[in-house]
């Protein structure tokens, strides 16, 4: 069965500090990647995603992935975080044409002003 | 109204009650969705509808009765629950079920059983 593991339930970091987010999944086939966003009060949104193409993936905000097939892996970056980057990140994998989306734990990020 | 909306947004009922969660879509989507949110928890996919047709039920108890009447709607009939229900049930929509589309999803319904 398809699975999702975030490596770290809670992170703080202050303003202008560097982020990565662990994801890795497990699933032998082609897979979609994504990375949501919950804000505090606020609905799931799309960070950024990768079908095909060039592993390195842009988001919104100055979020960045990079898909490393060979690690099963697709983590998450900023080189400097904000105050308003508070939320918790979702990492989800779909796996073939008619797989769900499965989502891992999440991990939450606390950026101290 | 855009994106995915759901009513009501909080909801507290007794585990007699009967309630039901209601889901609206305006993007002309195919593909709906429930998942529940729970603390600490994955995120649990219960049913998925496309082009209003169920084509997947998660092992959901009977408690939970989905029930889509045209692709713009889907609703989460409630009755007889327990206290461990409790959660963020959240709504989804995608343009089709297959392929790479993402899924955009609703604020929720944060409900908690007594």
């Known amino acids: 069965a398809q699975s999702v593991s975030q490596h770290n339930h809670h992170v703080i970091l202050s303003e202008a500090a560097s982020l990565e987010l662990g994801c890795n999944y497990s699933?032998?086939?082609?897979?979609?990647l994504f990375w949501y966003v919950q804000y505090p009060g606020q609905h799931l949104q799309l960070l950024l995603k990768?079908?095909?193409?060039?592993?390195l993936v842009k988001g919104i905000k100055g979020f960045e992935a990079e898909f490393i097939k060979s690690k099963f892996s697709f983590n998450l970056r900023k080189p400097s975080v904000q105050w308003s980057d508070t939320a918790e990140y979702f990492c989800?994998?779909?796996?073939?044409?008619?797989?769900?989306?499965?989502f891992g734990k999440g991990t939450k990020l606390s950026v101290k002003p | 109204e855009t994106g995915v909306t759901q009513t009501p947004r909080h909801l507290v009922m007794g585990m007699t009650n009967k309630k039901s969660l209601k889901c609206e879509q305006h993007?002309?989507?195919?593909?709906m969705y429930w998942y529940k949110q729970s603390a600490k928890k994955p995120l649990e996919l219960m049913f998925v509808?496309?082009?209003?047709?169920?084509?997947e039920n998660n092992s959901v108890p009977s408690r939970f009765s989905p029930e889509c009447p045209n692709s713009s709607h889907l609703f989460l009939h409630l009755h007889t629950l327990q206290p461990e229900d409790s959660a963020l049930y959240l709504c989804?929509?995608?343009?089709?079920?297959?392929?790479?589309?993402?899924?955009?999803f609703g604020p929720g319904t944060r409900l908690t059983v007594l």
């Open positions: 989804a929509s995608s343009q089709d079920r297959g392929g790479p589309g993402e899924q955009f």
């Open positions: 699933y032998g086939g082609t897979v979609n």
């Open positions: 990768y079908f095909s193409g060039d592993p």
């Open positions: 989800a994998v779909k796996g073939g044409s008619q797989g769900n989306l499965i």
């Open positions: 993007l002309g989507h195919n593909a």
């Open positions: 509808y496309s082009l209003e047709e169920r084509v």
